[in-house]
């Protein structure tokens, strides 16, 4: 059955927003334990709790061949060297792939398999499109001076699974190293730091 009032969404690529569709707010204080420098995210804290990111969903219909989507508008900035980021998440459904279309701003996802055996990251910016295979943890950064906004479409039934994610984190963190996006270990990353390995939370 065609639903009318499901078949046609707008939006402004520029702020990834859904005429009257409310977003969903992640603030800096709900992402205590994602930056690797601890000093730097208090310091930050400190200041003020500004929007880090904001999501629109829209679930047209749930059965089983059914897809979702979201907008999300990732705001530019750093905690100490690590750019501003998404939590990042498995799907709870592990087969579960997804598409993302960078739509305005510009910057990478990480990726990573779930034995933290491989890490990749991949440009995200206008006019790129980017595949995350099942089974792949998926995290969105920020690299810009201007919002980052883009569009994700995966399965209805993939669900999200933050709860891997929030215990070890990503293998890998994104720094700025002389003004360039850079993929570094976070246990080396930690260290430079001289905040130790201990505070390595992958197994
Ligand atoms: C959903 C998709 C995105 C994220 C968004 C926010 O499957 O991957 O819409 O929800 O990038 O990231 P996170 O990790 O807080 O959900
Ligand atoms: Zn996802």
Known sequence: MLL???LLTRFDPHTGTIPGVGESVRRLSELAGYFADEAAY???LS???PIVYATSGAEPAAGAG???YALARLMPGRIGGEYYMTKGHYHAWRPAAEVYVGLSGSGAMLLEDEAGEESSLVPLEANSIVYVPGATAHRTINTGATPLVYLGVYPAA???????????????V??????????????????ALGQGAGAYRHP
């Open 158 to 172: 993939a669900g999200h699974d933050y709860g891997a994610i929030a215990t070890r984190n990503f293998r890998s």
């Open 4 to 6: 009318a009032a499901h």
């Open 47 to 49: 200041k003020g709790d």
């Open 42 to 44: 208090g310091a930050a």
């Open 174 to 191: 994104v720094v700025e190293v002389n003004g360039q996006p850079t993929l570094l270990d976070r246990r080396e990353y930690l260290a």
């Open 66 to 68: 059914d897809l979702h």
